[in-house]
């Protein structure tokens, strides 16, 4: 158990719809990530917040947005959900990015778009 | 972008060491190799980094080469619950704010 919580577990919605996956990191990290994976792309970097700031983008679509709140629990956003979004979506958290790359990942969540 | 090259796959017994080697022959000087590995759909799993000297914890150790160019992870007595991807990741602390470039990795099968 690495400490990080995703909600939900599995999801399965249709093309055009939009849905919301929560993330709550260890206690006492401040920066979260998030990540992609899926079967032809592997492992991608999409978006990374700390204590509240965006403080890194990779290769996240301009349909998809995160924010971090007061409480450092994450929220990724997914809009105009397309077949090829489905994949699975992994929540890291850190407590020092740029001195540490230990992160700690989340079960993640299962993300199936019909 | 590709920093390090890894094996696509490797087998090991049940009992022995595995060794799963990654070639980072362009590595700058204020770069660590991290390893992490990710057991079958599970979020990846931190094991262990290094700079210049070898590495080791109750994971795994990490020998790096005098030149850097290449390292080795070895798990010691690899057990059936080993078999996973690993992933040999190189990164520069303070590089990109902290976000991890995953590559193919190697599959590790421990038979029995």
């Known amino acids: 158990d690495s400490g990080v919580t995703q909600t939900p577990k599995h999801l399965i919605t249709a093309t055009g719809q939009r849905v919301t996956l929560r993330c709550s990191p260890r206690s006492g990290d401040l920066s979260v990530y998030w990540y992609q994976q899926s079967l032809d792309q592997g492992l991608q970097f999409l978006i990374q917040y700390y204590n509240g700031e965006e403080r890194a983008k990779g290769n996240i679509l301009e349909r998809f947005s995160a924010q971090q709140f007061p409480d450092l629990h994450s929220e990724l956003n997914l809009s105009s959900l397309e077949l090829g979004d489905s994949a699975l979506y992994f929540c890291?958290?850190?407590?020092?990015?740029?001195?540490?790359?230990?992160?700690?990942f989340g079960p993640g969540t299962r993300l199936t778009v019909t | 972008d590709a920093k390090t090259t890894q094996p696509p796959s490797m087998d090991c017994a049940e009992g022995r060491a595995a060794n799963l080697p990654c070639n980072h022959s362009?590595?700058?000087?204020?770069?660590?190799v991290y390893w992490y590995r990710q057991i079958h759909s599970q979020g990846p799993q931190y094991i262990i980094h290094g700079l210049k000297n070898n590495e080791t914890n109750e994971m795994a150790s990490l020998i790096i080469t005098e030149d850097r160019k290449s390292s080795t992870l070895i798990l010691p007595h690899a057990t059936l619950r080993d078999t996973a991807v690993y992933y040999c990741i190189v990164i520069a602390l303070g590089d990109q704010g902290g976000k991890l470039i995953f590559g193919q990795g190697t599959e590790l099968s421990v038979k029995p």
């Open positions: 362009t590595i700058s000087g204020n770069e660590y």
């Open positions: 890291a958290s850190s407590q020092n990015p740029g001195q540490t790359y230990e992160q700690y």
